[in-house]
């Protein structure tokens, strides 16, 4: 069984990371509950896209914002602060997009992981975007504490998934681009390669040539001195 090197286990969680990081961004844009108010009838959610509206009868009734991505100030039951919230709306989809390529990238990683050269442009390349990402979202999050905490006010911060999980997405996307920092120093060295390998090492197959060559040589030799005597 093949065991696994420090640098394949460090590969396999950042990947998982990634992943997890991004459905943790996708709940939270699309995801309804961001901010919660108990109402006497049911309550009311509002989230970055959508918002929802709960009777006490178990009827759930939601609506797209039909103003998002127009960063407009104007305010409605479906858009309050909705030029804010484009705004933290834009940051977390470029995250999530960054994630998914970082991801992506950690896939071809793996497949050459054993090739200097590739390892090197395709660290680089996920350290970029992992980092990106987990800025994109600390901005984000970071923009709605100090933007939009007048809504906290109004709203309170119960039964908030969708907010709980655009911080948890941080926190992991984070972590995420530690990881590669930590691939991105982790270059593969010429010793994992095999050292009589013909396709890793032209030269090993011409030394290997000229060492058996010497040995029939030097066996005949032998076995004609060993005749003549």
């Not at 127009?70 to 470029?94: A, E, P, S």
Request: positive net charge; glycine residues 6%.
């Amino acid at each position: 069984m093949k065991s696994f090197s420090f640098r394949d286990v460090i590969i396999i969680f950042n990947a998982a990371f990634h992943l997890i990081g991004f459905g943790c961004l996708i709940c939270g844009i699309f995801g309804a509950a961001f901010w919660v108010q108990n109402l006497n009838y049911g309550y009311f959610e509002m989230g970055l896209l959508r918002s929802c509206e709960t009777l006490k009868e178990k009827i759930k009734v939601c609506s797209f914002r039909a103003e998002a991505f127009q960063f407009l100030g104007k305010n409605n039951i479906t858009n309050v602060n909705g030029d804010h919230r484009d705004i933290v709306l834009f940051l977390l989809l470029i995250s999530g997009l960054f994630a998914l390529t970082g991801f992506l990238l950690l896939n071809c990683l793996w497949l050459r992981r054993n090739k200097t050269d590739a390892w090197k442009n395709l660290t680089s390349l996920t350290t970029f975007f992992a980092s990106s990402s987990a800025v994109c979202c600390l901005g984000g999050m970071f923009y709605v504490e100090y933007k939009l905490d007048q809504m906290w006010k109004e709203f309170g911060r119960t039964k908030c998934w969708s907010y709980i999980l655009s911080w948890i997405g941080a926190v992991i996307l984070i972590i995420a681009s530690i990881f590669t920092f930590i691939l991105l120093v982790k270059v593969p060295s010429h010793k994992l390669l095999k050292p009589n390998s013909t396709k890793n090492n032209p030269m090993a197959s011409i030394n290997k040539a000229y060492e058996d060559e010497r040995a029939v040589v030097t066996i005949s030799m032998r076995y004609t001195g060993i005749q003549m005597y």
